[in-house]
């Protein structure tokens, strides 16, 4: 049996909404920064499902250059969260509220 | 095959040398002693000087050609708006880099990486000016911005710069999922991410029977609004710019609005243009709404640093109406980021001057009596926010001037009409400043530290600033030449 495009397309866009979700209602920073991570990946499946349904090889070209990049964000960000962990004791995004005005 | 290779290094010859010189800077860092580390910025100056050097030659090769050069199968060109960008940004590189070595011995920050990082930045900026792909224009965009999450938590262990880092990455990386998710509509409705491919695509010829299309359009632009603080995506920019390391929020000011703006000007009129009348009425809304909740917002701040970053986000509605008239609208926003970077670069020079170890002159009320103690800055800090408010005979009253005249030349009198109205409101807040400068008794004697540097970058600018207000049609004439 061959699944249609379309349902990988409405697969992609349900994991990119569940994402957006996540990252406007968790309020730790790792699963906020997860949710970021779906919301990418949502993405990557999108662009793998066109590339095949367009026959065209930019899309998963395009993937590679994602995967990268999120590889690069994921280790600044980790770092960023442990930082802001020893100084405050806590991931919450809500318990940073140092600036605000 | 040389040849090809040639061309394709030629094209990104100004992002290599400043990559290049970012690793030196974090190789020859492991030998330097912490008070040795100042010469790393003196390093970093000439790399930003290098290349500035190569733009500039790469402009006077490329001014007369018909047809630009591009490189790597045409993902990247090489014409004069990219290279005038990069002009830009080197400069605000450079001026960055002076203003950060006293401040960053001053709180023991001063380590390699911040060097490197700005470098590494400025390299994706570069990118990004040349940008003719979809994939060119999101690696240009996270280069730029990865080195910025880790620079705006540069002062770590202090919990304001750490928060800003993290409100800044994950805010960050959050649009970075949007504008992902709207170049993968946008390639499923097309089946192209060359911008060249995408403006001959059938969608784009008629946007309004494709709903994959519109809403590629729509979330790109959200994407790219969070780069440039256009509201209602630019609630970040007040934390950031208050929480990160001074030299790092006068970088960002005046480079990432410029990287965002040079990255929207290629997307919409090199990839999108002939879906203009899909965005541009919503651009025009959103400018308008911008500049008027930048402004408001800016009223309300007691610090000066927030006030400053609502002020940028006021500035980058202005900014729109030279994007959306194009044409002569692009001189308009190169002439008008120029003005402003150096405006802006000078009046963070003076906050990093009116600062010790451990007071800064953050608040509205440290402002009280500075003429006395201190009239040349308090002069300086005066001249650079009449700009931003655009005083003749200032900088910045031209800037504006160009880019209103560009918008009524493009028939959008309407936005024109809310951006005068808006700066009229804008003169409020920086004139509290002044008053507060030259008219109110001081309260205590201000921190000041002096630094040679610094001194240099606000000579720099304020010459910059006067010269410019003085003799305005110098720098378009070279421009359009």
């Known amino acids: 049996m061959i699944v249609p495009v379309s349902y990988y397309l409405v697969l992609g866009a349900i994991l990119f909404s569940i994402g957006v979700t996540g990252v406007l209602l968790r309020r730790n920073a790792i699963m906020v920064f997860m949710s970021i991570e779906l919301m990418l990946n949502a993405v990557n499946l999108s662009f793998v499902a066109m590339s095949r349904a ?26 960023l969260i442990v930082a802001i962990f020893r100084s405050l004791g806590s991931a919450d995004v809500d318990d940073a509220h140092v600036l605000k005005g | 095959m040389e040849r090809f290779l040639a061309q394709n290094w030629t094209v990104i010859q100004p992002a290599l040398f400043l990559v290049f010189t970012g690793l030196i800077v974090l190789l020859v860092d492991l030998w330097l002693k912490e008070e040795e580390r100042e010469w790393l910025a003196y390093f970093s100056l000439v790399g930003f000087g290098g290349a500035g050097v190569i733009v500039v ?40 880099v002076l203003l950060a070595p006293g401040y960053l011995t001053r709180r023991r920050l001063q380590r390699g990486e911040f060097y490197a990082l700005l470098l590494f930045s400025t390299a994706g900026m570069s990118l990004l000016a040349g940008a003719q792909d979809l994939i060119m224009l999101f690696l240009g965009i996270e280069v730029l911005s990865i ?44 089946g192209t991410t060359a911008f060249e491919a995408l403006r001959a695509s059938e969608a784009a010829a008629a946007p309004r029977e494709n709903v994959m299309f519109m809403a590629g359009i729509a979330l790109l632009l959200v994407g790219l609004g969070f780069k440039i603080s256009m509201a209602p995506f630019h609630q970040w ?34 990839g999108l243009g002939p879906a203009d009348d899909v965005w541009r009425p919503l651009l025009g809304v959103l400018a ?57 670069l000078g009046a963070f020079g003076v906050i990093l001057l009116l600062e010790d170890g451990e007071r800064e002159a953050l608040d509205i009320e440290s402002y009280r009596g500075l003429a006395r103690f201190h009239p040349g800055a308090a002069l300086l800090m005066s001249v650079f926010l009449l700009s931003l408010a655009g005083f003749p005979p200032t900088a910045g009253f031209f800037g504006k001037f160009l880019l209103f005249t560009a918008g009524i030349s493009a028939g959008l009198t309407w936005l024109v009409v809310v951006a005068v109205l808006n700066s009229v409101l804008s003169v409020f807040y920086y004139a509290r400043v002044i008053v507060k400068m030259y008219m109110q008794e001081p309260v205590e004697t201000p921190a000041f530290s002096r630094s040679w540097l610094v001194a240099g970058a606000l000579a720099v600018a304020a010459v910059g ?14 421009i359009t030449a």
């Not at chain 1, 026959?55 to 980790?78: I, K």
């Not at chain 2, 649009?175 to 499923?188: K, P, R």
């Open chain 2, 237 to 270: 920019t007040p934390d950031v710019y208050e929480g990160a390391p001074t030299p790092v929020t006068a970088f960002m000011v005046a480079a990432t609005k410029a990287g965002g703006m040079v990255a929207l000007i290629r997307l919409l009129y090199w």
């Open chain 2, 57 to 96: 030659r790469q402009w006077l090769a490329v001014r007369g050609l018909e047809t630009p050069i591009t490189g790597f199968g045409g993902m990247m060109v090489l014409d004069t708006l990219g290279l005038l960008f990069q002009m830009l940004f080197f400069l605000v590189g450079f001026l960055a």
């Open chain 2, 288 to 344: 308008a709404v911008t500049m008027t909740w930048g402004n408001v917002g800016a009223l309300l701040q007691r610090n000066v640093k927030r006030m400053l970053a609502y002020s940028s986000i006021a500035h980058a509605g202005y900014l729109l109406i030279g994007v959306l008239s194009g044409g002569v609208g692009f001189v308009a926003v190169l002439v008008y980021l120029l003005i402003y970077a150096l405006t802006n």
């Open chain 2, 147 to 190: 080195p910025l999450y880790i620079l705006a938590g540069f002062a770590r262990p202090r919990l304001d710069s750490e928060e800003a880092s993290l409100k800044y990455f994950l805010l960050g990386a959050f649009a970075t999922g949007f504008l992902l998710y709207g170049t993968a509509l946008l390639y499923g409705a097309t």
């Open chain 2, 465 to 478: 600033v006067v010269l410019l207000g003085l003799y305005p049609t110098v720098v378009v004439r070279l």
């Open chain 1, 54 to 79: 367009l026959d065209s090889l930019d899309g998963q070209v395009f993937v590679f250059f994602v995967m990268t990049v999120a590889a690069a964000e994921v280790a600044v960000g980790l770092a």
